[in-house]
């Protein structure tokens, strides 16, 4: 079927388009005709007083008075990072470097140290996002494979210098307040609701089990002597 022809023709080159006095007055009758049928009777209805309606807005206008009334974001929102800890409160990352590899504006940087607890292998001693570089893509939620770190719907990030905006352990780790009643709450994560490990009963680390013998191994290496110096050559 043949596609069907458009043609467009340009508005006809006159004065008052050439100095652009009809799309001015366009304008002008437009903020006028809101300036009139929405902060007039607001003044005399409220005793000159603004007041917005029950979600924030102005009579119908679409704002948000912030910070009074604040938008209702989705829990899927892609807001603040915050690293998620286990039932002991150490934190579930093990320095594997996914997230820092899968991140597209290259602003997660990690430093791994060996973990005391042999079933977790490692932790980082460093775990730091650059938030002035983060384009809160959530390739790094969804890299992690211990559900470590999470998203949240704080949005209110503002800094004085990009030392400020550099994110460590402590900015990062899980807090109450991120929860709370007057908090942001969980933004984008990985599932919603209860984890399916947990369900299952995989929830921990799987070297768990293996702590005892470790523990046996480790002391028994400790009692052998130490090897014999080598031989001159």
């Not at 390739?139 to 503002?158: F, G, N, Q, R, S």
């Not at 994110?167 to 899980?174: A, H, S, W």
Request: glycine share 8%; net charge positive.
């Amino acid at each position: 079927m043949p596609a069907k022809v458009v043609k467009l023709e340009a508005p006809a080159d006159n004065f008052a388009f050439r100095v652009y006095l009809v799309e001015v007055v366009k304008g002008m009758v437009r903020t006028l005709g809101h300036l009139l049928r929405n902060v007039v009777p607001i003044f005399v209805a409220e005793g000159k007083k603004l007041a917005g309606n029950g979600d924030g807005s102005v009579k119908g206008m679409p704002i948000v008075s912030f910070p009074e009334a604040r938008r209702d974001y989705s829990e899927r929102f892609r807001g603040r990072h915050i690293l998620k800890t286990r039932d002991d409160g150490s934190l579930k990352c093990v320095a594997c470097y996914m997230c820092q590899t899968a991140c597209p504006a290259d602003c997660i940087r990690i430093e791994a140290g060996e973990h005391p607890v042999l079933a977790y292998e490692k932790y980082p001693t460093v775990f730091e996002i650059d938030m002035l570089r983060c384009v809160m893509c959530g390739y790094c939620v969804d890299a992690c494979p211990k559900d470590a770190i999470w998203m949240t719907k704080d949005y209110e990030l503002a800094f004085f210098d990009r030392k400020s905006a550099i994110y460590g352990i402590p900015m990062l780790t899980e807090k109450p307040s991120d929860t709370a009643a007057d908090g942001p709450g969980y933004g984008y994560r990985p599932y919603y609701g209860e984890s399916p490990a947990r369900k299952a009963g995989e929830f921990e680390p799987s070297g768990l089990p293996l702590l005892p013998v470790l523990e046996a191994r480790g002391a028994a290496i400790n009692r052998m002597p130490p090897p014999p110096p080598p031989k001159p050559a």
